[in-house]
């Protein structure tokens, strides 16, 4: 998924994998980027409800992501669009992404 004109000014990498423990599909976010002269302009929001919407066009019954903890404006985008980072309920303890290199 790219947004832009005649360049791209960010891009939005999902895939999807069968759910576990529902009927349809679990998307990860695997990229979102936006060059940095054009941050600031809604395009990461942009890009984010249009990657919502493809990935629930697609069947998937929920979306997951990382960030990383000094990333304050992705973290901020992604906490306006309803996405948390507490286990249920909402003031759960925090979740953790863990990631490694084979």
Do not use: Q
């Not at 936006?34 to 998937?60: K, N, Q, S, T, Y």
């Not at 992705?74 to 490694?100: K, M, T, V």
């Amino acid at each position: 998924m790219l947004l832009g004109g005649a360049e791209p000014h960010g891009i939005a990498v999902l895939r999807f994998r069968p759910a576990i423990w529902t009927d349809g599909l679990d998307c990860y976010l695997e990229e979102l980027y936006v060059v940095p002269d054009r941050r600031g302009e809604g395009r990461g929001r942009a890009l984010m409800e249009a990657a919502i919407e493809f990935a629930r066009g697609r069947g998937a019954k929920r979306m997951d992501l990382g960030t990383s903890e000094g990333d304050v404006a992705a973290r901020a985008l992604y906490e306006s669009l309803g996405f948390a980072n507490r286990e249920r309920p909402p003031d759960g303890p925090i979740s953790y992404f863990y990631e490694r290199e084979l």
